[in-house]
Nanobody, 130 residues
Framework: QLQLVESGGGLVQPGGSLRLSCAAS????????IFWFRQAPGKEREGISC???????????DSVKGGFTISRDSRDHASVSVYLQMNDLRPEDTAIYYC????????????????????WGQGALVNVSS
């Protein structure tokens, strides 16, 4: 069983920046790719970024490519922090942002279109508004 706790959400003006954090704890994280999803009001949940279990590769949805950056800090096999740096935010980025994990066979791969997510965090609200 893994625990995922997001933090860093809040209200930001258009053009501003925020950094979301995800504190992941539990066994097996060495083999987990970690994802950020978001769900805007009235829309389906969307995978926007992931980082491989090894931390060597990342993948972004077209909607955030160039503006968002994911990174991973693996302290040990049972404690990992993942960050999502979001720059030049726009009102359409307003959503609840979720951290999630998926066990992988290939530690160097991830794909934001992945299905069958294993664990989810509780979500963090990001509100981009003037």
């Amino acid at each position: 069983q893994l625990q995922l706790v997001e933090s860093g959400g809040g209200l930001v003006q258009p053009g501003g920046s925020l950094r979301l954090s995800c504190a992941a704890s539990g066994e097996g994280l060495d083999w987990d790719a970690i994802f950020w999803f978001r769900q805007a009001p009235g829309k389906e949940r969307e995978g926007i970024s992931c980082i491989s279990a090894s931390g060597s590769n990342t993948h972004y949805a077209d909607s955030v490519k160039g503006g968002f950056t994911i990174s991973r800090d693996s302290r040990d096999h049972a404690s990992v922090s993942v960050y999502l740096q979001m720059n030049d935010l726009r009102p359409e980025d307003t959503a609840i942002y979720y951290c999630a994990t998926k066990s992988t066979f290939f530690r160097s791969l991830c794909d934001v279109r992945a299905q069958s997510i294993d664990f989810w965090g509780q979500g963090a609200l990001v509100n981009v508004s003037s």
